[in-house]
């Protein structure tokens, strides 16, 4: 039998406008297999990067899907699956290949490794919203940084999702988190969210700045978004010994390496944690307890309604006029 859903589509690779919402079929789930119907979407940068043709692997085309992240509930389960059944509350844990199993969709069919149970509590636009960002913080600084109480952690790209959930794993750490955006109009809101300090780099120089802010020490830990040449020149806002994370790849061009040892020097992708069962529960705890308590709340900037608005959401994350995450409401 198969299963009639309405999926976002890209034939071409392009701007926001190449998407199409098609009717496409989905057979019953296979062993290993579920399917789910989503009830809400989470973007991330990953996904215009793949539209465009700039992610680290390119598009299946014609036909490509995208999307990682969503919240949903499982309809059908197929031969073996044993974590979840028919109803269970889930999300996506991001760790699929968006070409064969992107989920923007009504309905998507995914191997039973790439769910996890939604955090107890959370509504479908929160637990859209949630997964990707925290994970990938939690991941870079706590599990591979080391990050402990009272480091200075310089957070670039600060007001996207995974940035702002950053200053929130930080300060859970008891950490001291110090921002950067490109705007003077969002630097009250990095503040508000718990960043110690924000530094306006159409205004300021970063690398004067965080060493001004530190006692000239520089931060312990880099959290760095844009990668490029900008990776190397942040090096001279590390500390002795400090640890730097390279996760995005905004800049053009290869990641350049600082030159002012020593640093340690990690390149972080979420596969490293999500991509594993033990990863996934670690953070599943991680993110269900920091909800609970309210340490982590995802900031959202925009939702949006329905599978028609992919392409505008995705021209608001491609404008970096926002705070937060985007979610679209299926």
Known sequence: MTTTARTVLFHEIGGPEVFTVEET??????????LLRVEALGL???????????????????GSRNGYEAAGEVVAV???????APGDPVLTAGNHHLSTHGVYADLALLPEASLVPRPAGADAVTAAAVWLTCTTAYGALV?????????????????????TAAI??????????????????????LLDLGAEHV?????????????????????????DAIGGSYFRELGAAAAPDATMVSYG????GPVELPRNWPVTVHGYANFALTGT???????????????ADGTLRPVIAEVYDGLDRIGDAHRLMESNRHTGKIVVRV
């Not at 990067?49 to 598009?59: E, F, N, V, W």
């Not at 794993?169 to 490109?182: E, H, K, L, N, S």
């Not at 060493?211 to 830990?221: H, K, S, Y």
């Open 277 to 291: 069962a033990e990863g996934r529960r670690r953070a599943a705890h991680y993110i269900g307890s920091g909800l």
């Open 78 to 84: 197929g031969a073996g699956v044993t974590a979840f």
């Open 199 to 223: 530094i306006v780099t159409d205004t300021e120089d970063v690398i004067k700045e965080t060493r001004r802010l530190t006692g000239d020490r520089g931060a312990e830990i880099v959290l």
């Open 249 to 252: 790849w905004l800049a053009d």
């Open 168 to 189: 929130q794993v930080a300060r859970r750490a008891g950490a001291v988190p110090i921002a950067t955006t490109r705007t003077e109009d969002k630097r009250q809101a």
């Open 44 to 62: 991330n940068r990953a996904e215009a990067l793949l539209r465009a043709g700039t992610y680290y692997y390119q598009p299946t085309l014609p």
């Open 25 to 34: 079929e989905l057979p019953d789930p296979g062993p290993g297999e579920v």
């Open 143 to 163: 599990e591979r940084a080391g990050l402990a109480a009272g480091d200075r952690v310089l957070i670039t790209g600060a007001s996207s999702g995974v940035g």
